[in-house]
């Protein structure tokens, strides 16, 4: 069985600002409320990388959300690359070829870095995934797709924690659940589809929550974040 995960460990807080500064300064607002930080395109694209490397350095954990998708030798080397920059996780998107390469690239690397399968985007629901070409629905594509990542070795999934508990019986009790889409009771929606909050997360048998906007956004960044932990050790 998997080591047991502290609620405050099981936020991860999207850092999606625009620059390293800002991105600092909410840090240090929200202080020992968290301990995860996750940077994506806005920040990576934005001296995020180096911000990374600083917050490893100093103690954080970091989920390095690059969403990698190319052929596989790009993807290998890609990989590659970033397990240099002492990360947890990595996201490449869930489709075979891309993530057997990413495992060839983690393995060849042999960092210790996560990479997580990103199943089916949670601002989709099934008439997104029709539109974009699929005939299955967003759940059974999820399924089929943790199906997938788990027979290729990766270590874990992210989807809503609406599939939550459809996908820990595809991959079993080793691999990693995390879900975006977290919205505390009554807190704005924005873009997301398929939402839930992080107690009802943390009872799906997620092990990380992802939350962006509800923090940054807030006038007090370090109390939401707080609440979020607090709500989800109540929950476990
Ligand atoms: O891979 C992700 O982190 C991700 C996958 C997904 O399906 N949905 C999703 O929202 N995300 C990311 O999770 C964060 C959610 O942010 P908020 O909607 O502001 O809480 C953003 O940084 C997204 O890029």
């Known amino acids: 069985m998997p080591e047991p995960i502290s609620p405050r460990d099981r936020l991860i807080v999207a850092l999606d600002m625009a620059s390293t500064d800002e991105a600092e300064r909410l840090i240090a607002r929200i202080g020992d409320a968290a301990s995860f930080y996750k940077i994506g395109y806005r920040l990576g694209y934005a001296g995020g990388l180096g911000l990374a490397e600083r917050l490893v350095r100093g103690g954080h954990k970091v989920f390095l959300d690059l969403k990698l998708h ?74 089929v797709r943790a199906a997938a990542a788990k027979a290729i070795g990766i270590d874990g999934i992210v989807c809503s924690a609406a599939e939550a508990a459809q996908v820990r019986a595809v991959i079993g009790p080793d691999r990693l659940i995390v879900t975006p889409g977290i919205r505390p009771t009554g807190a704005e929606i924005g873009d997301q589809k398929r939402v ?12 990380h929550v992802v939350v962006g906007r509800p923090i940054t956004a807030a006038a007090d960044p370090r109390d939401v974040a707080r609440r979020i932990v607090d709500e989800m050790a109540t929950a476990l």
């Open 70 to 143: 190319d052929i596989g030798n790009t993807v290998e080397e890609g990989v590659q690359s970033l397990a240099g920059i002492g990360a947890t996780f990595l996201t490449v998107h869930a489709y075979p070829q891309t993530m057997r390469a990413a495992a060839s690239g983690r393995d060849k690397a042999g960092s210790g870095l996560k990479i997580l399968g990103v199943t089916v985007l949670t601002s989709y629901d099934d008439a997104d995934a029709r539109e974009a070409g699929y005939a299955l629905s967003v759940a059974d594509l999820v399924a």
């Open 196 to 207: 839930v909050t992080p107690a009802e997360a943390m009872r799906a048998g997620v092990d």
